[in-house]
C-alpha cells in the first residue's frame, strides 16, 4: 500500500515549509514551538501524491473515507490554544489523516487519539511516518464517548464541529486543564476554549470563526 512506504522530503518541500511558516506567522501564529513542529513534519507525508506540490498551501484537502486534513492555520491556531508542555496527555478527537497528532506529539504529549471512521483508522495504521511517534496512540471509537479509562488529561482537542460542548469530554478533563473545540452547525462554528480551573469550575472563551467537516454520533463500520 502506497501508505506504508516511506517518501522523500527534498529542499524543495523543506523551502515550502518554510514559507508556510512565514506565512502562518503574518497571519498571526506566534507560538515558536509551535511553527517549529510544522515547520519538520512533511505535510505531504499525509496527503495523496497527487497533491504533492499544493501540501504546503494554507489549506484543508482530502483524505479517505470523505475526510478532510485541517488547514495548516487551523492546526496552528489549536495547537497554540492548547500551550502543550511536554508529557501533557491529549485527547484528540478526530484522528483523520494524523497530522493534528504528530503536531502533538513533536512537542513531546502523550497523544490519545480517536477516529470513528473504520477505514481511515485502519489507513493510518499502515502510515510509515507514525513509526516516529510512539508517543502516539490512537483508538476506533466515538469521540462523545472520549476515553474513560485514560482520563484524565491535561488537554483535550476536537478537529471535527461539535454541535455542543460534549460533557463527557470536559468531564474527562484534569483541573487545571484545557480544551479547545469548534461548537456550531455545518455552516460554520466558533472555536471554543474551556478552562477548567483548579477547583473544577469551567469557563468559556470565543475565539474566532472556523469550518470543520462534522463530529458525528456512534462509530462507522
Ligand atoms: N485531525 C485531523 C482532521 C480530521 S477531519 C487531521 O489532522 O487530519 C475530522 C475527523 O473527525 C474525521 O476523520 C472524522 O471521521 C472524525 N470524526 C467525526 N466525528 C467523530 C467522532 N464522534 N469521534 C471520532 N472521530 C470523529
Redo the contacts with the bound molecule.
Keep these: 500500500m502506497l501508505h506504508s512506504k516511506p517518501r522523500e522530503d527534498n529542499y524543495l518541500h523543506k523551502g515550502l515549509r518554510k514559507q508556510l511558516v512565514q506565512a502562518l506567522r503574518e497571519k498571526g501564529i506566534s507560538d515558536d514551538r509551535v511553527l517549529t513542529a510544522i515547520e519538520s513534519i512533511p505535510r505531504h507525508f ?1 496527503l495523496d501524491p497527487a497533491f504533492e506540490r499544493i501540501a504546503y498551501e494554507d489549506r ?1 484537502f482530502p ?1 479517505a ?6 488547514q495548516p492555520f487551523t ?1 496552528a491556531f489549536q495547537t497554540q490554544l492548547l500551550e502543550i508542555k511536554k508529557f501533557d496527555k491529549v485527547l ?12 502533538l506529539a513533536e512537542l513531546g504529549a502523550m497523544v490519545y ?5 473504520r477505514a ?1 483508522y485502519d489507513f493510518v495504521s499502515q502510515f510509515f511516518f507514525l513509526k516516529n511517534y510512539p508517543n502516539i496512540k490512537r483508538f476506533y ?5 472520549g476515553l474513560a479509562s485514560f482520563a484524565p488529561f491535561d488537554k483535550v ?4 464541529a461539535a454541535p455542543f460542548i ?1 460533557p463527557k469530554l470536559v468531564e474527562q478533563l484534569k483541573p487545571g486543564g484545557l480544551a479547545v473545540i469548534p461548537v456550531g452547525k455545518d455552516g460554520g462554528q466558533k472555536m471554543m476554549r474551556i478552562v477548567k480551573d483548579k477547583d473544577g469550575r469551567v469557563k468559556e472563551e470565543e475565539l474566532g470563526d472556523f469550518l ?9 463500520r
Aim: net charge negative.
Design positions: 499525509f484543508a483524505i473515507a470523505d475526510q478532510t486534513i485541517s492546526v484528540e478527537i478526530g484522528t483523520g489523516s494524523a497530522y493534528q497528532a504528530c503536531v487519539s480517536i477516529e470513528r471512521q481511515l471509537g466515538d469521540g462523545y464517548e482537542i476536537v478537529t471535527a460534549p470543520f467537516v462534522p463530529m458525528l454520533t456512534g462509530k462507522h
